[in-house]
Every structure is written in C-alpha cells, then in structure tokens.
C-alpha cells in the first residue's frame, strides 16, 4: 500500500534529497586524477556530518563504506580504497545515500576522469539522455514499466544494454 505523506514529511524528503544532490555537486568537484578512491568516502561522511544527516549505506548489510565508489567496467556498489586511484580517462561512478529525520534520499552519478575516451562520453551521454525519457514519462497516470520502458529504449537504439541483475529498488 501507497502511504501518503503529509507536507511536513515531505519537506523532509526535500532536504534530505538537498544533502544527496549537494554531496553529489561536492564529490564531482573533487575527482581527478591521482585521488584516492577513500578520499571520496572521507569527503561524504564530514559532509553529512556538516548537515545532520546520517550515511544511508555505512553497516547496510555490513557495507563497509558511506558511498559507493565504481570505476569503470564495475557497475555498482564498489567499495572506497586506500589502494585505489583515480587515472586520467577513467569513469566514475558515485552512489550514495542519505537519512534525515528518518527519511532517505538515494542517487548515482557518473563522473569523467580528466578526458574520457569516445566510448566512455557515448555511455555517459546516451545514459544521461535516458534519464531524461524516463523523467518525462514520470506522470500521473503511467506506472513505472512506463518510466523504465523509456530508458531501456534509449540504451538499445545506442547499441548498449540494461543490466538487469540490478534495476533498482524503492525510495
């Protein structure tokens, strides 16, 4: 069942998607070559302790990190390292999540290393371009097979693919 939420809540919701969207800014800001993938971890958890809020990641299923970090050919939920840096031309993946007063905000971003080769800018561009379609079938009245049907649209007439052991869950 759909809880409705009360304009109080969903002011919450706002601010936490706030602290997502600005760690998100600040964490891209940071990329370049050189830097320790931990760097990046370390960065987040001063900046939700700056604003209140708590890591939604750090001790999920003993998920030893507040962010994840994937570089390139990794798709999701790599683990910040002492061990590893960025390179110029790679890609990054930054996934994080944040609670607030009880409520949590969850987004990715993939961010380029310095210059990123032909192949890496396509995927980063044909996926931001999905974002978009999915965003603009997100209306009252269609269902989330709408949204995901649009994105998944996109990625194959740009002759990529849709992992489907990861497709997302529920905020």
Same mark, same amino acid.
Request: glycine share 12%; aromatic share 4%; net charge neutral.
């Given at each position: ?50 604003? @209140?809020?708590?890591? =939604?990641?750090? $001790?999920? +299923? ?6 994840? #970090?994937?570089?390139?050919? !990794? ?58 379609? @999915?965003?603009?079938? =997100?209306?009252? $009245?269609? +269902? ?6 649009? #994105?998944?649209?996109?990625? !194959? ?15």
């Amino acid at each position: 069942m759909i809880e409705v939420k009360t304009p109080s809540e969903i002011e919450v919701m706002r601010r936490a998607g706030r602290v997502v969207a600005g760690l998100l800014t600040e964490l891209s800001a940071l990329v370049r070559a050189g830097l320790k993938t931990k760097a990046l971890d370390e960065a987040s958890r001063e900046y939700l302790k700056r604003r @209140g809020a708590q890591p =939604a990641f750090l $001790g999920y +299923r003993g998920f030893p990190a507040t962010i994840c #970090v994937s570089l390139n050919e !990794e798709v999701v939920h790599g683990i910040p390292s002492q061990d590893r840096r960025l390179q110029e031309g790679d890609i990054i993946g930054l996934d994080l999540g944040a609670i607030v007063e009880g409520y949590y905000a969850d987004a990715a971003i993939t961010v380029p290393v310095g210059s990123v080769p032909e192949g890496a800018r396509r995927l980063m561009e044909t996926t931001r371009q999905a974002l978009d379609d @999915g965003i603009r079938r =997100a209306v009252v $009245g269609n +269902r989330l097979h709408d949204i995901s049907h649009a #994105v998944q649209q996109r990625v !194959e007439r740009a002759g990529l693919g849709v992992v489907r052991d990861f497709v997302g869950h529920g905020i």
